[in-house]
C-alpha cells in the first residue's frame, strides 16, 4: 500500500524494494494535427534502501530553488512531511530493508 508523502511524491515497499511515485502534470502536445491537452503522469523510481529514496526527493525538491531562502524553507517543509510520513509507517514496512 502506497504512503503518501504530499501532493508530489508517494512511497510504497515492496519484497526488494522501495518505490517512489512522483505525479506531474505532463505536456499538451501536438502529433499529426491532432491536439493532445497535458495530462497528470506518474513516473517510478525504485531504490533499495529509504534513505536512498529520500535523499532523491531533498535533492529534486533543492534543486528547483532559486534562492538561499526558498532552499531553506523547502528543506525544512520536506523534513517535516518526510518524517510526517514516516510516523504512520508501521514496523513491517521496514522488514526486509537492506
Not at 508530489?8 to 524494494?17: G, H, L, V
Not at 493532445?36 to 528547483?64: C, H, N, S, V
Amino acid at each position: 500500500m502506497a504512503m503518501r508523502i504530499d501532493d508530489r511524491w508517494s512511497i510504497e515497499r515492496d519484497a526488494r524494494q522501495w518505490i517512489l511515485t512522483e505525479r506531474y502534470m505532463g505536456e499538451a502536445t501536438t502529433r499529426g494535427g491532432k491536439h493532445y491537452p497535458a495530462r497528470e503522469q506518474t513516473k517510478e523510481r525504485y531504490f533499495g534502501r529509504l534513505t536512498d529514496a529520500m535523499a532523491y526527493i531533498l535533492d529534486r525538491t533543492a534543486g528547483e530553488c532559486v534562492t538561499a531562502r526558498e532552499l531553506r524553507d523547502s528543506l525544512i517543509d520536506a523534513e517535516a512531511r518526510l518524517c510526517d510520513c514516516a510516523r504512520h509507517m508501521r514496523v513491517a514496512d521496514f522488514v526486509g530493508s537492506p
